[in-house]
């Protein structure tokens, strides 16, 4: 297993969101506020990203009583009942974001009402379909979520607690009970927690583990075939184990806000390559995006988008010339990239932050 930072890629705008959000809270200290400063005067990129956060914040105060997004506070206010430092923050990184956008939708997933699994079989298999979410309780007080396309069975919860995610991607928000831990099982990987909120994905036997509160243990059954790797402790928030079917695990650390931005319905791009950022989208939508790789340099996207509208981020692309629809049906939207001025080719590009981002929105 091997740590890494932040990529470069996305340092420059969530050390801004970051610093944002210390300033909103109110409780810094005078060594936060050395390291700001710091960090403000290290590069002329570093301040165009808070201020240009800034006046997102601005642009989100303008509308902060919109019904919408009154509908939206409260249901994460029910949604999260415990206060903590990262939940707080939270809320203005997600203001900050979302004003970029037409409107803050929270997305219906259509299956109705919170379901107690234990009141109905020892065993569940819980799904949902293509663009659904669905958020369910547990009889031992645990909440989870679970996204598009995913599955998760979960056994008597009376005996012990214990879940096993098939595919897809579910986050949870567990109930301390510390006399029977917490395990959900992704594949030949176990993830051990007592009282916590992380997140679990998959995508075929890759499995990654998001800690967003608590600590979080991760280890793996790989079987006689090949030795398992040592178990891993995520004890920091923000704290991700990217664990692929060999045993090269790597933690790094990672915005919690954006990891679960589609909890609320929304995708968050803070400078991902136009490919990622098109497999996320796809993730939500019948109607799938590709781009004609026509050798010019991918741009990297900086926007807010809600889950399934495929529409309004294409639209975004046309609007901001950086791309352009070649042809669709009802199944694909093929794009086509449009040259970008100041955008160096991927090997010209400087090994230091700062390079050419576009930002992306409605």
Same mark, same amino acid.
């Given at each position: 297993?091997?740590?890494?930072?932040?990529?470069?890629?996305?340092?420059?705008?969530?050390?801004a969101a970051?610093?944002f959000n210390?300033?909103?809270?109110?409780?810094?200290t005078?060594?936060d506020?050395?390291l700001f400063?710091q960090?403000?005067?290290?590069?002329?990129e570093?301040?165009?990203?808070?201020?240009?956060?800034?006046?997102h914040?601005?642009?989100?105060?303008?509308?902060?009583?919109?019904?919408?997004?009154?509908?939206?506070?409260?249901?994460?206010?029910r949604?999260?009942?415990?206060?903590s430092r990262?939940?707080?923050a939270g809320?203005a990184?997600?203001?900050?974001?979302?004003s970029?956008?037409t409107s803050?939708?929270?997305?219906?997933?259509?299956?109705a009402g919170?379901i107690d699994i234990a009141?109905h079989?020892?065993?569940a298999i819980?799904?949902?379909h293509?663009?659904?979410?669905?958020? +369910?309780?547990?009889?031992? *007080?645990?909440s989870?979520?679970?996204?598009?396309?995913? /599955?998760? !069975? #979960? &056994?008597d919860?009376r005996a012990?607690r214990?879940l096993?995610?098939l595919?897809?991607r579910?986050?949870f928000?567990?109930?301390k009970?510390?006399?029977?831990? +917490?395990?959900?099982?992704? *594949?030949?990987?176990?993830?051990?927690?007592l009282g916590? /909120?992380? !997140? #679990? &994905?998959?995508?075929?036997d890759d499995?990654?583990?998001t800690l967003?509160?608590g600590?979080?243990?991760?280890?793996?059954?790989?079987?006689?075939?090949?030795?398992?790797?040592?178990?891993?402790?995520?004890q920091?928030?923000?704290g991700?184990?990217? /664990?692929? !079917?060999? &045993?090269?695990?790597v933690?790094?650390?990672?915005d919690?806000h954006?990891?679960?931005?589609?909890?609320n319905g929304?995708?968050?791009?803070?400078?991902?390559?136009?490919a990622?950022a098109?497999?996320?989208?796809?993730?939500y939508?019948?109607?799938?995006?590709?781009?004609?790789?026509?050798?010019?340099?991918?741009?990297?996207?900086?926007?807010?988008?809600?889950?399934?509208?495929?529409?309004?981020?294409?639209?975004?692309?046309?609007?901001d010339?950086?791309a352009?629809?070649?042809?669709?049906?009802?199944?694909?939207?093929a794009?086509?990239?449009?040259?970008?001025?100041?955008l160096?080719a991927?090997d010209?590009?400087?090994?230091?932050?700062?390079?050419?981002?576009?930002?992306?929105g409605?």
């Open positions: 297993m091997s740590a890494r930072p932040q990529s470069d890629r996305t340092l420059g705008c969530t050390a970051h610093w210390e300033h909103r809270a109110g409780d810094m005078d060594a506020k050395r400063n960090w403000l005067c290290q590069s002329p570093n301040r165009a990203a808070y201020r240009r956060i800034e006046r914040w601005a642009m989100f105060e303008a509308v902060a009583q919109d019904p919408q997004i009154l509908a939206a506070r409260e249901q994460d206010r949604t999260f009942d415990k206060p990262w939940r707080r809320l990184v997600a203001a900050v974001l979302l970029v956008t803050w939708t929270v997305i219906d997933s259509g299956l919170d009141q079989t020892e065993t819980y799904r949902t293509l663009g659904q979410r669905l958020t +369910f309780s547990l009889s031992d *007080g645990s989870v979520s679970l996204d598009t396309d995913s /599955a998760l !069975q #979960v &056994s919860m012990n214990s096993e995610l595919r897809g579910a986050f928000n567990v109930a009970d510390p006399s029977r831990p +917490f395990i959900v099982r992704a *594949g030949a990987k176990t993830v051990r927690a916590t /909120a992380f !997140q #679990v &994905s998959m995508q075929g499995v990654t583990v967003v509160e600590l979080v243990r991760v280890e793996a059954d790989g079987g006689p075939a090949q030795p398992d790797p040592p178990p891993v402790d995520i920091q928030p923000g991700r184990l990217s /664990a692929p !079917q060999d &045993s090269n695990w933690v790094e650390q990672v919690v954006l990891q679960t931005s589609w909890l929304h995708l968050v791009f803070l400078g991902e390559p136009l990622d098109i497999a996320e989208i796809n993730r939508s019948q109607q799938k995006l590709t781009f004609i790789d026509n050798g010019l340099p991918e741009p990297e996207i900086l926007g807010v988008f809600r889950t399934g509208d495929v529409e309004s981020f294409v639209r975004a692309l046309e609007i010339n950086i352009r629809v070649t042809s669709r049906n009802k199944t694909q939207i794009i086509e990239l449009l040259p970008q001025p100041n160096a991927p010209q590009r400087p090994a230091t932050p700062g390079y050419h981002r576009r930002a992306v409605p």
